[in-house]
T-cell receptor, first 116, second 116 residues
Framework: AQKVTQAQTEISVVEKEDVTLDCVYE???????LFWYKQPPSGELVFLIR??????QNEISGRYSWNFQKSTSSFNFTITASQVVDSAVYFC?????????????FGQGTRLTINP | DAGVTQSPTHLIKTRGQHVTLRCSPI?????VSWYQQVLGQGPQFIFQ???????GRGNFPDRFSARQFPNYSSELNVNALLLGDSALYLC???????????????FGDGTRLSIL
């Protein structure tokens, strides 16, 4: 079965520090997609990135970067020079496509608090 | 363009009652999915609909049902409410459903359901 593990329940850092959120996944599929979502207090899940299993290049978007390592089944997320507005719960998710349906399997989430 | 909209925002019910939650997808999106997020956990997949047909169902009892209308909006119904149904119910939409699971899903703010 598909499974996503985010071992860090909560992380608290001071503004401007770099922080890495860990994500480890399990799947039997050879082709799969991984996602990161941000959930601010309002509740909405905000899509951040999608990565397919064939592309192991790291991706950078501004202060955000993602490190995908198929050998260790990990898809880690780093925020550089963190800001208070980055405070939120972050979810890693694995897409499962079966019999015409597509669902996301989420990890437990990591609550990130950036202190001024 | 408006994002995914859900109503109501908050709802309080008592055990044994039933509830209907509503979702309007992003304009042009034909797929709607429902997720349940219990406090402190990641969202769990309940249903996916595409073009008014049920495409997938998660591990939820028959008390949970849903439907999608010709305008692609959707309702989630829960009968015989239990205390354990207290959660944030999230609706997500996507333009289509891809067999490889690559389609990003865009989420609404959710409906927070409390059962007394």
């Amino acid at each position: 079965a598909q499974k996503v593990t985010q071992a860090q329940t909560e992380i608290s850092v001071v503004e401007k520090e770099d922080v890495t959120l860990d994500c480890v996944y399990e799947t039997r599929d050879t082709t799969y997609y991984l996602f990161w979502y941000k959930q601010p207090p309002s509740g909405e899940l905000v899509f951040l990135i999608r990565r397919n299993s064939f592309d192991e290049q790291n991706e950078i978007s501004g202060r955000y970067s993602w490190n995908f390592q198929k050998s260790t089944s990990s898809f880690n997320f780093t925020i550089t020079a963190s800001q208070v507005v980055d405070s939120a719960v972050y979810f890693c998710a694995l897409s499962e496509a079966r019999q015409g349906a597509q669902k996301l399997v989420f990890g437990q989430g990591t609550r990130l608090t950036i202190n001024p | 363009d408006a994002g995914v909209t859900q109503s109501p925002t908050h709802l309080i019910k008592t055990r044994g009652q039933h509830v209907t939650l509503r979702c309007s997808p992003i304009s042009g999106h034909k797929s709607v999915s429902w997720y349940q997020q219990v406090l402190g956990q990641g969202p769990q997949f309940i249903f996916q609909y595409y073009e008014k047909e049920e495409r997938g169902r998660g591990n939820f009892p028959d008390r949970f049902s849903a439907r999608q209308f010709p305008n692609y909006s959707s309702e989630l119904n829960v009968n015989a409410l239990l205390l354990g149904d207290s959660a944030l119910y999230l609706c997500a939409s996507s333009s289509t459903v891809r067999r490889d699971g690559s389609q990003p899903q865009h989420f609404g703010d959710g409906t927070r359901l409390s059962i007394l």
